[in-house]
């Protein structure tokens, strides 16, 4: 999940550098997961307001979502139970170090 710094559930609310940072934090994303899990795509969405589906409302945030073929994506829609492969903890025992030194470069 990419989120702004700013608190704000409005696209039109960010200023340009905001909305820049936001786009290149998206970017720096896809690279440390493309690095780390290897997917062969990605969903990228935002849900905006309550019937856009946005579960906090007053905070705009982005999903980024890496895909491989053939992966099935019914859990939450029939069972309303997500698959994890690994427990968050680890994920982000994964990812951590590449976010830290893709940062430094931008």
Do not use: C
């Not at 945030?61 to 099935?72: A, F, I, L, S």
């Not at 829609?77 to 170090?97: N, W």
């Amino acid at each position: 999940m990419v989120t702004p710094l700013r608190h704000t559930a409005e696209l039109s609310a960010l200023s340009n550098d905001e909305l820049l940072d936001l786009h290149q934090l998206i970017r720096d994303s896809v690279e440390v997961l493309k690095q780390t899990f290897h997917p062969q795509g990605f969903n990228i969405g935002i849900n905006l307001g309550e019937a856009g589906g946005a579960g906090i409302r007053e905070h705009l945030h982005y999903h980024v979502v890496p895909r491989w073929n053939g992966d099935t994506n019914y859990m939450p829609v029939t069972g309303e139970t997500k698959v994890l492969p690994e427990s968050l903890d680890e994920t982000y025992q994964r990812i951590a170090p590449s976010f830290s030194k893709n940062l430094r470069k931008s």
